[in-house]
DNA sequence: ATAGGGTTAG
């Protein structure tokens, strides 16, 4: 078709309809129109109203076949639409399919056909052929196509395979680099990730992020904070809004509050606009570092929210304690805020955790799935056992549990568990123990939760049957503790920790506070303590 | 003539 041709179509008004299109309805009215003045035969026409419905997040892929049917010498572009759209769906493997069918009408692939044709690959297998047809093709040293095979391999858990594609190829560029990062993160793999990351020669904002997200998403927070801090003293870093969210959601996750105002205030200075994501990560941020008036000045200030902002400010009230407030936020918003989902209801139901608000929580658990329409899961169910068991309503927590439609966690019977230790039911707090111990042998914190029943009632002997098991087990605590930064120092505590050089006058003014609190927690806490592991357990049953 | 890869808040 010639340049004038061209030209021509591009200045239909159609064709504009069909550049600015969104959505499938207004889709279909233009193929309808385009049919009706003949235009849609058109090789390129069609071709255009094909990408939209295969490739488009709100188009239809069951469309774009018809649509493609009905082309009667389909262009490479139109099967490289096709095997693309595919590849989006529940059903990728019918790109390769669509490939197929490419091959016997002999149409060339060309060079964005592989890269395309990786990601529609369902299975390690199927990748292995398609990278056998990539090299028969000789496009095995396409960039594009060494970052979608890496890819891929990386999702399937062949991290050696990815590895062999980005050591076979000679040249690539930052976003090859950047898949295998991502690739080995995603596999838990952080310190081979970190390797690959400092051999990196050039590195941009996004492999910097990639390598932050990915320390996060393996909940390695401190490693995430210690890269940021070097990356922002580094000139030719450009801290990104994505890298930035990572940051602060590791701050949020461990405390580091300084390192996350050091980013508020960043964010202020460089003039970022923090309405959705970012507000959303400082609302969570100061939510979880107990500055509350913080998170909530942000959060009022805000004029773009979305159901997460909501939830997460509801779920920042509910664990600094205010669970009014929570309750208060929850009801503006059903009156005036976006509808509720059911991430929302994990926050409201967590605000519910106080013995009063028991019945308030069966309440919203029921306009949760009645009203919205939300099945509860189990974080419902967990949230809604362990808010009965702290009101200590044991015979509702174990009848929810009984007829919940999911087998029970660890994390769910936690929380029963802990209801028994705080209201002496000790019989069903033993049976919860045992259960516990039995799905999850491996989690410290399960034996020390029912050492802790059993120190209650003073078997001292089952206390010490349950160490023996631990140290066959090979079960190694790790013990809790708590700190606080002040003006940059952090300052850490452990159970009976004395190191502290204040240590003298913080105990006696715990002291002050609770009497009872020191030594109830001595015979059942302090065994557990990995600094005590020689504790003589003579020491113990003194009840010293 | 049309199109393709790596990061992203609960």
Redo the contacts with the bound molecule.
């Keep these: 078709?010639s340049?004038t041709?061209?030209k021509f179509?591009?200045n239909l008004p159609f064709l504009r309809l069909l550049q600015t299109c969104c959505s499938m309805n207004e889709l279909k009215q233009i193929h309808a129109q385009l049919t009706t003045v003949g235009l849609a035969r058109?090789?390129?026409i069609a071709?255009?109203l094909l990408?939209f419905c295969a490739?488009d997040e709100t188009g239809d892929i069951d469309y774009a076949q018809t649509v493609f049917n009905q082309i009667s010498i389909p262009?490479?572009?139109?099967f490289?639409?096709m095997i693309?759209g595919f590849s989006k769906t529940s059903k990728p493997e019918m790109g390769l399919s669509v490939f197929a069918q490419m091959r016997r009408e002999n149409v060339e692939p060309?060079?964005?056909?592989?890269?395309?044709l990786a990601?529609a690959c369902a299975c390690v297998a199927s990748l292995c052929q398609v990278h056998g047809q990539i090299k028969k093709n000789g496009?095995d040293s396409?960039?594009?196509?060494?970052?979608?095979l890496i890819?891929m391999y990386s999702k399937f858990d062949a991290m050696d395979l990815a590895f062999d594609v980005f050591e076979e190829c000679s040249y690539?560029?930052?976003?090859?680099?950047?898949?295998l990062v991502?690739g080995y993160c995603?596999n838990g793999l952080v310190d081979e990730a970190r390797e690959v990351f400092d051999a990196m020669s050039e590195?941009?904002?996004?492999?910097c992020?990639?390598m932050v997200?990915?320390y996060?998403?393996n909940e390695c927070f401190n490693e995430a904070i210690e890269l940021f801090c070097k990356l922002k003293n580094c000139a030719n870093v450009k801290l990104?809004?994505?890298?930035l969210?990572?940051v602060?959601?590791a701050c949020?996750?461990v405390g580091a509050f300084e390192e996350g105002k050091w980013i508020h205030t960043y964010l202020d200075n460089n003039c970022f606009d923090y309405e959705?994501?970012?507000?959303?990560?400082l609302i969570?941020f100061y939510g979880k570092c107990g500055s509350i008036k913080t998170a909530e000045e942000i959060f009022r200030k805000m004029t773009r929210k979305?159901?997460?902002?909501w939830?997460?400010m509801i779920?920042g009230l509910a664990i600094n304690g205010n669970n009014e407030v929570a309750l208060e936020l929850f009801e503006e918003m059903e009156q005036t805020g976006p509808k509720p989902?059911?991430?929302?209801f994990v926050?409201i139901l967590a605000a519910c955790n106080h013995e009063i608000l028991a019945n308030e929580g069966w309440r919203l658990l029921g306009r949760m799935s009645k009203f919205y329409g939300i099945s509860p899961v189990i974080e419902h169910y967990g949230c809604m056992v362990d808010l009965l068991a702290r009101a200590g309503r044991m015979k509702e927590a174990e009848i929810l549990i009984n007829t919940m439609p999911m087998k029970p966690d660890g994390a769910l019977w936690g929380s029963f568990l802990n209801g028994c230790l705080i209201h002496g039911h000790i019989e069903l707090g033993k049976k919860a123990g045992k259960h516990l111990i039995q799905l999850e042998p491996e989690h410290s914190g399960r034996y020390v939760l029912l050492a802790n029943l059993y120190a209650t009632m003073g078997s001292w002997e089952s206390v010490m049957r349950l160490r023996k098991m631990m140290r066959e087990k090979k079960i190694v605590t790790v013990p809790a503790w708590s700190f606080i930064e002040i003006g940059g120092i952090v300052h850490k505590f452990i159970v009976d920790d004395k190191s502290h050089s204040q240590s003298r006058d913080i105990y006696n003014l715990l002291y002050l506070f609770n009497v009872d609190l020191m030594s109830s927690s001595r015979g059942s806490v302090m065994i557990w303590d990995s600094h005590h592991n020689q504790t003589d357990e003579a020491e113990l049953l003194s009840g010293n």
């Design positions: 078709m340049r041709f061209s179509f591009s058109f090789t390129y071709s255009k990408a490739v262009t490479i572009f139109d490289n639409s693309m060309n060079a964005r056909t592989f890269p395309i990601r496009h396409d960039v594009y196509v060494i970052s979608s890819y690539k560029n930052v976003v090859c680099w950047t898949s991502t995603g590195k941009n904002d996004v492999s992020s990639a997200s990915g996060v998403s990104s809004r994505s890298l969210l990572s602060l959601s949020a996750a959705l994501e970012l507000g959303t990560a969570d979305d159901v997460t902002t939830s997460t779920f989902n059911a991430v929302t926050a």
